[in-house]
């Protein structure tokens, strides 16, 4: 079985652009959640979606957003990137099983940075 | 809200040893989970031990231990044995139990080093 893949895994933008970055969950799981990861702040939840709807949501400005689809592939967009969202951004899934057990499956990662 | 604490940021053991990795939490919560996750320098977070808040025998996998005092809001990793591949950040973490509360709420990290 699949792992959580996450794509891209590096990229680099400048500040002001914006970026979108995806996840596909391992198969059949509906949940996919967002976190962000920088030496500063630690690890830090941006959001949870189940069957294509947000339920969770951190504590991050309105120039972070996400999304998911029919197929539970999700995305995640930043706009006006600024120096400070340089991160490594983690994706995880988890099914109705694993959420019985709390478990969440982690992917690689998507490395951005911003110069 | 939940917080969780882990006051050692760095660590280092002789390989074959036995190391405590320390963390504590703070909820108003009465069921919930905590888990450790390993993240290996390749990044990649992997689960290594989870308990249940109402269970009251410690968790175990393997080499892989918990001490945890629900009263105390303590929860420490235990590993055994120490092996190279065990080198890695270490992170406790919390959560609400209950559908739809796929939220983990993280500690800084130990960063664990397993001398050869």
């Known amino acids: 079985k699949a792992g959580v893949t996450q794509t891209p895994r590096y990229l680099i933008k400048t500040r002001g652009q914006q970026v979108t970055l995806s996840c596909s969950p391992i198969?059949?799981?509906?949940?996919v959640s967002w976190y962000q990861q920088t030496p500063g702040q630690g690890l830090q939840f941006l959001f949870e979606?189940?069957?294509?709807?947000?339920?969770n949501k951190g504590n991050f400005p309105g120039r972070f957003s996400g999304r998911q689809f029919s197929n539970s592939r999700s995305e995640m967009n930043v706009s006006t990137l600024e120096l400070g969202d340089s991160a490594l951004y983690l994706c995880?899934?988890?099914?109705?099983?694993?959420?019985?057990?709390?478990?969440?499956?982690f992917g690689e990662g998507s490395r951005l940075t911003v110069l | 809200a939940q917080t969780v604490t882990q006051s050692q940021p760095e660590m280092s053991v002789q390989e074959a040893e036995t190391v405590t990795l320390s963390c504590t939490y703070d909820?108003?919560?009465?069921?919930?989970?905590l888990f450790w996750y390993k993240q290996p320098p390749s990044r990649q977070m992997i689960l290594v031990i989870r308990?249940?808040?109402?269970?009251?025998q410690n968790a175990t996998e393997n080499r892989f231990s918990v001490n945890f005092q629900k009263a105390a809001k303590s929860f420490s990793l235990k590993i055994s044995d120490s092996q190279l591949g065990d080198t890695a950040m270490y992170f406790c973490?919390?959560?609400?139990?209950?559908?739809?509360?796929?939220?983990?709420?993280f500690g800084t990290g130990t960063r664990l080093t397993i001398i050869p």
């Open positions: 995880a899934s988890s099914s109705l099983w694993t959420t019985n057990t709390g478990e969440l499956f």
């Open positions: 198969s059949g799981h509906r949940s």
């Open positions: 979606y189940f069957s294509e709807t947000q339920r």
């Open positions: 909820t108003s919560e009465n069921n919930y989970y």
């Open positions: 308990q249940e808040a109402y269970k009251q």
């Open positions: 973490a919390f959560m609400k139990s209950g559908v739809g509360n796929e939220k983990l709420t």
